[in-house]
Structures are given as C-alpha cells and as structure tokens.
C-alpha cells in the first residue's frame, strides 16, 4: 500500500509559480514510477509529467516543457512538481499517482497504468 498526499494548490496570477507537494508514504517498492495528472472542469484527465523514483528521469507533456519541473526528495519521500510561467490553461485539480512497475522511457502513462492515488489538490490560474 502507498498514500499519496498533494498541498500546494492555490491560485496564481498568470505569470506566476507554484510549487506542489505530493507527500508519498508506505510500500517503497510500489512507487518505482510516479506521474503528476490534472483534470480541468469538464475535460479528460491528462498526464502533466512522469517521473522515475529509480533513476530521476523525467518526461513532460509537450504543453508544460520548460515551464514545469518535477524532482524529489528521497530524506522526506516528497514528489515536487515547480510550476512556472503558469497559464491560464494550467487551472485543474492536480494529482500524483505511483505504479510499482518502473517508468517507461520517454512517454506518459495514462491513468490506468497508475496504482495509488492522491486526493488532489487544486490549481486555479487568473489572466
């Protein structure tokens, strides 16, 4: 078993930073690979970013490249996401998961491929 806890959320002006927790505890072996997820009002969930716990390597979607950054911190087994540069588009409900088979190279991983859930934590960019 993993829990995931997110904070962090809040609103931001566009232009802006925030930077996400995602607090990870439990099973070590069942979080090899971890993904960052956000679903807007009305849309599809969507996987933002992919993040190995193996390795450190990282895979974003085409639409957050340069502007956000996941890493984490093995001593607190935290999951960061830093979000700069925020858009407008960037407002959803976001999420980390973890799967305890590893990360794939170079691709996200929908949903589904995902174990463990947190409950989430909102993200609301004004123009």
């Known amino acids: 078993q993993v829990q995931l806890v997110e904070s962090g959320g809040g609103s931001v002006q566009a232009g802006g930073s925030l930077r996400l927790s995602c607090a990870v505890s439990?099973?070590?072996?069942?979080?090899?690979?971890m993904g960052w997820f956000r679903q807007a009002p009305g849309k599809e969930r969507e996987a933002v970013a992919i993040v190995s716990t193996i390795n450190d390597s990282t895979y974003y979607r085409d639409s957050v490249k340069g502007r956000f950054t996941s890493s984490q911190d093995s001593a607190t087994s935290t999951l960061y996401l830093q979000m700069n540069s925020v858009k407008p588009e960037d407002t959803g409900m976001y999420f980390c998961?973890?799967?305890?088979?590893?990360?794939?190279?170079?691709?996200?991983?929908?949903?589904?491929?995902?174990?463990?859930w947190g409950q989430g934590t909102q993200v609301t960019v004004s123009s």
């Open positions: 439990g099973d070590t072996y069942s979080r090899r690979c």
């Open positions: 998961a973890s799967r305890w088979l590893a990360c794939p190279v170079n691709t996200l991983l929908p949903g589904g491929a995902y174990d463990y």
